[in-house]
């Protein structure tokens, strides 16, 4: 299948610093990339939606001066957590869906864990 | 109202032996996908299953079947001879609107399954 790759695995910031993940498809074009966060023993939440060379769409809830998203290219998406605090500690995933094959699959980065000293 | 129920959350099963994980969904729209994914404790999402709203047939993927039954709007998950390396969180989710239609999924709150030996 195609693959997502999501760097870095695992980070550990001081709180006020600036934090960016990376989500690469390496093997397709994502027009649609989908950001979502997991608390601990919990289900994944979407944060926010970003078509190529679009603004990103956020849910209700997430601030998006907070959680910067930029995907200006089709093969690649960011997501900046900036000034990041304690609570901003998580499990960051990205997946990616594609217009070639109608949006039917989604892939999986393998996530990044952000903790947040 | 939940979209996604996963009323389970906590499985055990036997080594060899089948399991059922419930997932019940919440929608009005017609067209809508329904999909399994895996997600080990290292974190990754693995694709496992999918049911598109309109497919006759319960979707099946090796040791993976969809037992989709649209009037209960219920979509659970059977794992046929279970293994060890089966044990992860299971996650039940939704994707509301037409095929082709690049909308988010919806996660139910997972269900934690262990195979015993």
């Known amino acids: 299948g195609a693959v997502v790759s999501q760097h870095p695995s695992r980070v550990i910031c001081k709180s006020g610093t600036s934090v960016k993940i990376e989500c690469r498809s390496l093997?397709?074009?994502?027009?649609?990339m989908f950001w979502y966060r997991q608390f601990p023993k919990q289900s994944l939440m979407l944060m926010a939606t970003s078509n190529e060379g679009s603004k990103a769409t956020y849910e209700q809830g997430v601030e998006k001066d907070k959680f910067l998203i930029n995907h200006a290219s089709l093969t690649l998406s960011t997501l900046t957590v900036t000034s990041a605090h304690p609570e901003d500690s998580s499990f960051y995933i990205c997946?990616?869906?594609?217009?070639?094959?109608?949006?039917?699959?989604?892939?999986f980065g393998s996530g990044t864990q952000l903790s947040v000293l | 109202a939940q979209k996604i129920t996963q009323t389970q959350p906590g499985m055990f099963v036997q080594e060899k032996e089948a399991v059922t994980l419930d997932c019940t969904y919440d929608?009005?729209?017609?067209?809508?996908?329904l999909f399994w994914y895996k997600q080990p404790s290292s974190g990754e999402m693995i694709f496992l299953i999918y049911q598109g709203s309109y497919d006759e047939q319960n979707a099946t993927e090796g040791r993976y079947s969809l037992n989709f039954q649209k009037a209960r709007k219920s979509a659970n998950l059977v794992i046929s001879a279970s293994q060890l390396g089966d044990s992860a969180m299971y996650f039940c989710?939704?994707?509301?609107?037409?095929?082709?239609?690049?909308?988010?999924?919806?996660f139910g709150s997972g269900t934690q399954l262990t195979v015993l030996p």
């Open positions: 929608t009005s729209d017609q067209s809508y996908g």
């Open positions: 997946s990616a869906s594609s217009r070639t094959w109608g949006h039917e699959k989604l892939f």
């Open positions: 093997d397709f074009q994502a027009t649609t």
């Open positions: 989710a939704m994707r509301e609107g037409p095929r082709g239609s690049a909308r988010q999924l919806t």
